[in-house]
């Protein structure tokens, strides 16, 4: 008899970063920065990945997606207090899944790990801002979660 269909799928392991997947990390990181098309410096990669893998920084998380000893996508998650809550929120800022596992649940994978993550930190509010034309996204986060009415101001510097 043959395998089944989904006995052939490989499963998605979503899991917390590791020093050792510094260069996968980096591959993706940098495809989801030119996604966004910006850059960081040498400098803020080495800063963000020590930061997200020192287990004395609680407030800096990562979790990554592996498939077939391949990291295919990443997130990053911030806890932090709130002036309209007793507990923490967790913002989560970046979330990047690779061209070809998009569309298979990864994605939707990533974030119910940052939501785990959160509920085990006592922490039930999660919220993340995305490009207003990031519609092949934004059709995952209206199956997942409430779009709010806010719009992000920044600081411009002269």
């Keep these: 008899m043959a395998p089944s269909a989904a006995a052939c799928v490989p499963t998605?392991?979503?899991?917390?970063?590791?020093a050792t997947d510094k260069p996968q990390w980096a591959r993706l990181?940098?495809?989801y920065l030119a996604f966004y098309e910006t850059s960081v410096s040498e400098?803020?990669?080495t800063s963000s990945f020590d930061r997200l893998i020192d287990p004395e920084v609680r407030d800096y998380n990562g979790?990554?997606?592996e498939?077939?000893?391949q990291l295919i996508g990443l997130t990053h998650y911030i806890f932090h207090r709130h002036g309209?809550?007793?507990?923490?929120?967790?913002y989560l800022q970046d979330l990047y899944a690779t061209p070809a596992s998009r569309g298979t649940g990864?994605?939707?994978k990533l974030i119910e790990g940052v939501y785990a993550a959160a509920d085990a930190a006592g922490t039930?509010?999660?919220?993340?801002?995305?490009?207003?034309?990031?519609?092949?996204?934004?059709?995952?986060?209206?199956?997942?979660?409430a779009l709010t009415p806010f719009i992000k101001y920044q600081r411009v510097m002269s």
């Design 29 to 31: 990181w940098e495809a």
């Design 43 to 45: 400098a803020v990669y």
């Design 67 to 69: 498939q077939d000893g």
């Design 63 to 65: 979790l990554v997606a």
């Design 124 to 145: 039930p509010t999660v919220y993340w801002m995305t490009d207003a034309t990031n519609s092949v996204a934004r059709t995952l986060y209206d199956r997942i979660a």
């Design 106 to 108: 990864v994605g939707r």
């Design 84 to 90: 309209w809550k007793i507990e923490d929120v967790c």
């Design 12 to 18: 998605v392991v979503i899991r917390p970063l590791a």
